[in-house]
């Protein structure tokens, strides 16, 4: 399946499903493990997909062998797979796999060929993907432990489209930071 971009809520516009389909309807969606709403894009008039939103921050531990539990409202979103990769700044981002294809496609589309190279050598050899064992924990890649200066103590971030693991004090400091500037938030 080939992901394209979806129109303003409403708006029935883009390029969304397998070339040559276009999006005919998109609306809100709430559900009630998901904080939030999904956005759910009906491809066809038989088939849908929800693209559900990862919000919310969460206090976790890493155990020994590397395991964090994945907070419960993101589980489901996980079930088809999902991307572990080194994250913008000290951190680390976890995407679900349909959303690091589309999100790789869309980077790479508009990259020149040397900045390709160095995104893509930076990037994909660091990545791994990951599953949940039966009790809905993934193992963190010690490499990417070590990149992200993980203790055994974080904080698991929903960004929207994909959530982070921050070591929990450089997340609180990120926060103050962030605060003490008196960022504008539109909200």
């Given at each position: 399946?080939?992901?394209?971009?979806?129109?303003?809520?409403?708006?029935?516009?883009?390029?969304?499903?397998?070339?040559?389909?276009?999006?005919?309807?998109?609306?809100?969606?709430?559900?009630?493990?998901?904080?939030?709403?999904?956005?759910?894009?009906?491809?066809?008039?038989?088939?849908?997909?929800?693209?559900?939103?990862?919000?919310?921050?969460?206090?976790?531990?890493?155990?020994?062998?590397?395991?964090?539990?994945?907070?419960?409202?993101?589980?489901?979103?996980?079930?088809?797979?999902?991307?572990?990769?080194?994250?913008?700044?000290?951190?680390?981002?976890?995407?679900?796999?349909?959303?690091?294809?589309?999100?790789?496609?869309?980077?790479?589309?508009?990259m020149?060929?040397?900045?390709?190279?160095?995104?893509?050598?930076?990037?994909?050899?660091?990545?791994?993907?990951?599953?949940?064992?039966?009790?809905?924990?993934?193992?963190?890649?010690?490499?990417?432990?070590?990149?992200?200066?993980?203790?055994?103590?974080?904080?698991?971030?929903?960004?929207?489209?994909?959530?982070?693991?921050?070591?929990r004090?450089?997340?609180?400091?990120?926060?103050e930071?962030?605060?003490?500037?008196?960022?504008?938030?539109?909200?």
């Amino acid at each position: 399946m080939k992901w394209g971009k979806v129109g303003n809520f409403g708006e029935g516009i883009g390029s969304v499903g397998r070339i040559g389909e276009v999006c005919r309807h998109v609306e809100r969606v709430p559900l009630p493990f998901i904080v939030g709403f999904d956005l759910k894009v009906r491809i066809t008039d038989r088939e849908s997909v929800t693209l559900a939103m990862f919000l919310g921050e969460y206090e976790h531990t890493i155990d020994a062998k590397g395991r964090m539990a994945v907070p419960a409202r993101f589980r489901a979103q996980m079930d088809r797979g999902a991307v572990i990769s080194k994250g913008m700044g000290t951190c680390l981002s976890i995407y679900t796999l349909e959303r690091w294809e589309q999100r790789s496609n869309d980077l790479v589309a508009g990259m020149a060929s040397d900045e390709l190279r160095d995104f893509e050598r930076r990037i994909y050899p660091s990545a791994s993907e990951v599953e949940l064992d039966a009790q809905g924990r993934m193992v963190i890649p010690a490499k990417l432990r070590t990149y992200a200066e993980l203790g055994n103590e974080v904080t698991v971030a929903g960004v929207r489209d994909h959530f982070e693991i921050w070591d929990r004090a450089t997340w609180q400091a990120y926060q103050e930071r962030l605060d003490s500037e008196g960022s504008q938030i539109p909200f």
